[in-house]
């Protein structure tokens, strides 16, 4: 037997995210996989799922949803209200929603990525491995539209049942440690400083492409364009305008702006809870 939910309100932006697409650059694929990584693993353990079970990550406006049998489901990472049929429940807790009951992942407090996790994981095709959407290159299941079925898997057994979870607080100020290059000689000296010696602020125009920033602008040393290169997650591009652009999961794998530098993958899960106007530095590291 499938179990299956149907998307009642698909919110902003609710997309199915698992590990991602890793290992397919060199065919133009990014890696893609949910932004918060470690959200959806302590979402799966909980819930006895693999760590990289295929969750929803949604955003900003979270999302509600109707099972057709009893489920089991988690919802983490960003703190938001949580109902079922109307009545409070909890977050970051393992929630029983009978068949039939709406599970509402309301409006995010603070952050920007909630993450709901059911028993036995989000079944949708895996696509190069995955079953992950990715935004740039289209692979994977469209974002989630209001009618849309989505079946489950089988369940596990929860490893340590658990009251309460240690999920970590969206950051009200991001530090993005940086290693210099490899175009740090496309900027002039006071650029180099400047990145490391400014506070910026997360962009409204950020997405799971880039972290976009405001601030200063990095003064590029005069000369001629860059031929397209490859490009890394935690790359930091910096565009013409001169704001750097830290990509995430979503990004291009050949780009011909420069990077200054490389943010280091550890620090991009509270990049991807960063909300517009939260400040940043960049530290060298």
Same mark, same amino acid.
């Given at each position: 037997?499938?179990?299956?939910?149907?998307?009642?309100?698909?919110?902003?932006?609710?997309?199915?995210?698992?590990?991602?697409?890793?290992?397919?650059?060199?065919?133009?694929?990014?890696?893609?996989?949910?932004?918060? /990584?470690?959200?959806?693993?302590?979402?799966?353990?909980?819930?006895?799922?693999?760590?990289?079970?295929?969750?929803?990550?949604?955003?900003?406006?979270?999302?509600?949803?109707?099972?057709?049998?009893?489920?089991?489901?988690?919802?983490?990472?960003?703190?938001?209200?949580?109902?079922?049929?109307?009545?409070?429940?909890?977050?970051?807790?393992?929630?029983?929603?009978?068949?039939? /009951?709406?599970?509402?992942?309301?409006?995010?407090?603070?952050?920007?990525?909630?993450?709901?996790?059911?028993?036995?994981?989000?079944?949708?095709?895996?696509?190069?491995?995955?079953?992950?959407?990715?935004?740039?290159?289209?692979?994977?299941?469209?974002?989630?539209?209001?009618?849309?079925?989505?079946?489950?898997?089988?369940?596990?057994?929860?490893?340590?049942?658990?009251?309460?979870?240690?999920?970590?607080?969206?950051?009200?100020?991001?530090?993005?440690?940086?290693?210099?290059?490899?175009?740090?000689?496309?900027?002039?000296?006071?650029?180099?400083?400047?990145?490391?010696?400014?506070?910026?602020?997360?962009?409204?125009?950020?997405?799971?492409?880039?972290?976009?920033?405001?601030?200063?602008?990095?003064?590029?040393?005069?000369?001629?364009?860059?031929?397209?290169?490859?490009?890394?997650?935690?790359?930091?591009?910096?565009?013409?305008?001169?704001?750097?652009?830290?990509?995430?999961?979503?990004?291009?794998?050949?780009?011909?702006?420069?990077?200054?530098?490389?943010?280091?993958?550890?620090?991009?899960? /509270?990049?991807?809870?960063?909300?517009?106007?939260?400040?940043?530095?960049?530290?060298?590291?």
């Amino acid at each position: 037997m499938t179990v299956r939910l149907t998307v009642v309100r698909p919110g902003a932006l609710t997309t199915v995210q698992d590990l991602g697409r890793r290992g397919h650059a060199h065919l133009g694929v990014p890696r893609s996989g949910a932004l918060d /990584a470690p959200a959806m693993a302590l979402a799966n353990r909980l819930l006895g799922n693999a760590p990289g079970a295929a969750v929803l990550e949604a955003t900003l406006t979270g999302c509600a949803l109707r099972p057709d049998h009893t489920v089991t489901v988690v919802v983490g990472g960003a703190p938001c209200p949580v109902t079922v049929d109307g009545r409070p429940a909890a977050w970051g807790a393992p929630v029983r929603v009978p068949a039939g /009951a709406v599970l509402d992942a309301g409006g995010v407090t603070a952050g920007v990525r909630a993450y709901v996790a059911v028993a036995g994981g989000i079944a949708v095709e895996p696509v190069l491995g995955s079953r992950s959407t990715d935004l740039l290159s289209g692979l994977g299941p469209a974002p989630l539209r209001a009618g849309d079925v989505l079946p489950l898997g089988v369940p596990g057994s929860p490893e340590v049942p658990a009251d309460l979870a240690p999920w970590p607080a969206p950051p009200p100020e991001l530090t993005l440690p940086v290693r210099l290059g490899p175009r740090t000689d496309w900027f002039t000296p006071a650029a180099l400083r400047t990145l490391t010696s400014a506070t910026y602020r997360v962009s409204q125009h950020s997405n799971r492409i880039g972290l976009r920033t405001e601030g200063p602008p990095l003064e590029r040393v005069p000369g001629g364009e860059l031929p397209s290169e490859g490009m890394v997650l935690g790359a930091v591009q910096v565009p013409p305008d001169g704001r750097p652009v830290v990509f995430l999961h979503d990004h291009p794998t050949t780009g011909g702006y420069p990077v200054i530098g490389v943010v280091a993958e550890t620090a991009l899960a /509270a990049a991807a809870q960063a909300a517009a106007g939260t400040p940043v530095r960049f530290t060298p590291g």
